[in-house]
């Protein structure tokens, strides 16, 4: 068979989950990859599913850790606080990888972590937290949207981050010389070490 030479995590798991890992990182460094930007799920007050694109910030394999940045008025929040618990998806075309990621998720406001990512955070991005209402509220015309440009902490206290702790992996990897699917399922035994265990799916 002609084409691509076949990748070495192809047939092999552990490898696979290294692929899974190094392509979050790359995802969250580079806006070019497909990774940047998964699409995160909750569940809405009805019980129902609700999802949205998001610009993945950082990914830290050794916490099993992905970041995201939001507004804490916007709706993601309180469903959040309901049902701390998300899946996060993302397909990459070029690749022809399909991650599935059930997490836990919190909304952390204040801290480190918030403060390093409020500091990193560029100008542009922050504007988005001088709206002055509600991210989701009605409005008459879509000018009507007031900003709060004189916001004396520039909107940080409408910044929050959204920490999502990857429990389990699904893996989807299309090829012509034949699919692969993988799960992998985080062991709690030992959490300053994460132990995974992975097993072989019929694509
Ligand atoms: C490419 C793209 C990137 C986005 N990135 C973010 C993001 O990083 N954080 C965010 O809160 N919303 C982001 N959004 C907007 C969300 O998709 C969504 O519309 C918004 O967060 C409101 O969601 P909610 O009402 O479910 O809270 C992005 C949308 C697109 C199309």
Known sequence: MTGE??????????????????LLQEGA???????????VATLDERGLPELRTMV????????????FHTDRRSAKIAQ??????????????????QLRLAANLSIETDGEEV?????????????????????GREVEHP??????HGAADGGRSRFCILLA??????WLHLAHAGHRRAVFELIEKNAAKPEW???????
């Open 5 to 22: 030479p076949l990748p070495a995590f192809r047939d092999d798991l552990d490898l696979t989950l290294a692929e899974c890992w190094r």
């Open 29 to 39: 460094t580079s806006r070019h990859s497909a990774f940047h930007v998964p699409t």
């Open 56 to 67: 993945l910030r950082a990914a830290e394999p050794e916490r099993q850790l992905l970041r």
């Open 80 to 97: 959040i606080a309901r049902v701390p618990a998300g899946t996060i998806h993302v397909y990459d075309k070029s690749s022809g990888i």
């Open 115 to 135: 403060e390093a990512a409020w500091a990193a955070s560029r100008s542009f991005s922050r504007i988005c937290y001088r709206v002055t209402e509600a991210p």
């Open 143 to 148: 000018e009507a949207v007031a900003f709060d």
């Open 165 to 170: 702790r990857i429990h389990r992996i699904e």
């Open 197 to 203: 265990t992975g097993r072989w799916l019929v694509p």
